[in-house]
């Protein structure tokens, strides 16, 4: 059985950092791209931040020059790295691996940021 699991959530002041982890075990298929969603109270899901094969990058344009996305696909294993943090960030965050199988994708189950002071 394929799991994601985040880790590196909590509770900062606005203008600090965190760095969201996702790890994944289990036996995956070929995962070609890896991406960070959120979804505050209230709203729908957005995406955040996706990095696929090869490295290529993109960000949301709420996150962008803040937000910092690496992994490896290969390794099944991704990073934000988010700084400058802002009320508004609070959301629960969950990594995401889509798979060259079209339909096919993997979901972790989510972990809470709040940006409070």
Known sequence: QVKLEESGGGLVQPGESLRLSCAASGTLLEVYKMAWYRQ???KQRELVATIRNGGATDYGDSVKGRFTISGDTAKFTVYLQMS???PEDT???YCNFDTVVYGHEYWGQGIQVSVSS
Request: hydrophobic share 45%; glycine share 12%.
């Open 91 to 93: 959301a629960i965050y």
């Open 84 to 86: 400058s943090l802002k």
């Open 40 to 42: 505050a109270p209230g």
